[in-house]
């Protein structure tokens, strides 16, 4: 049972490029997030949704974009990488009913220069 | 407005004496509270929460509405509680708002 699976584990990117953050979970749950940590900070939440087709925005999502096309998955899109998003970011999990008892990823750490 | 704090970014407590990590918030509602922990080259994993009134690993957390904190304690601190823990309410929107986190560490 692999729980939530981040990849990648780590990244550079240079200004203005693109990538995914893939996050993929096998336990069923309805509800993903996606958080970012910056040094210091608490985990801020940048998107989340509640099931397959659903998604909504959090306290960050400005640069970001997500899609949710299957229970499983729920990629985060960075389309034009600023400085800003150096950062640890995190996906995680919720099962239905079980409001706020979260299972993380182990984390992407991305570094934007 | 809504606010958590963790007062603490560095905790040192010997082995065997009382750990407590302090929460407070800001909030004129009733809100949920979680206490998530991070172990060295673990994930962050949900310690317990304040709805469920129970003890894990040692560990309880009391809501005190008047002082609107949630501090973690644990009478006699081990080793193998070095980690990071993070207060986490809810405040009524079904999201959690994480704190900056308190690094604990248990010194032999």
């Known amino acids: 049972n692999a729980g939530v699976t981040q990849t990648p584990k780590f990244r550079i990117l240079k200004i203005g490029q693109s990538m995914t953050l893939q996050c993929t979970q096998d336990m069923n749950h309805n509800y993903m997030y996606w958080y970012r940590q910056d040094p210091g900070m608490g985990l801020k939440l940048i998107y989340y949704?509640?099931?397959?087709?659903?998604?909504d925005k959090g306290e960050v999502p400005n640069g970001y974009n997500v899609s949710r096309s299957t229970t499983e998955d729920f990629p985060l899109r960075l389309e034009l990488a600023a400085p800003s998003q150096t950062s640890v970011y995190f996906c995680?999990?919720?099962?239905?009913?079980?409001?706020?008892?979260?299972?993380f990823g182990a984390g992407t750490r991305l570094s934007v220069l | 407005a809504q606010r958590v704090t963790q007062p603490e970014k560095l905790l040192s407590v010997f082995k065997g004496a009382p750990v407590e990590l302090k929460c407070n918030y800001s909030?004129?509602?009733?809100?949920?509270l979680f206490w998530y922990v991070q172990y060295s080259r673990q994930r962050l994993q949900l310690l317990l929460r304040?709805?469920s009134r129970e003890s894990i690993k040692g560990f309880t957390a009391d809501l005190n509405k008047g002082e609107t904190s949630f501090h973690l304690k644990k009478p006699f601190a081990q080793e193998e509680d070095s980690a990071m823990y993070y207060c986490?309410?809810?405040?009524?929107?079904?999201?959690?708002?994480f704190g900056t986190g308190t690094r604990l560490t248990i010194i032999p």
């Open positions: 909030y004129s509602g009733s809100p949920e």
């Open positions: 986490a309410p809810n405040f009524g929107n079904e999201k959690l708002t």
């Open positions: 304040h709805i």
């Open positions: 995680a999990s919720e099962p239905h009913g079980a409001k706020n008892i979260q299972y």
């Open positions: 949704s509640v099931g397959a087709g659903i998604t």
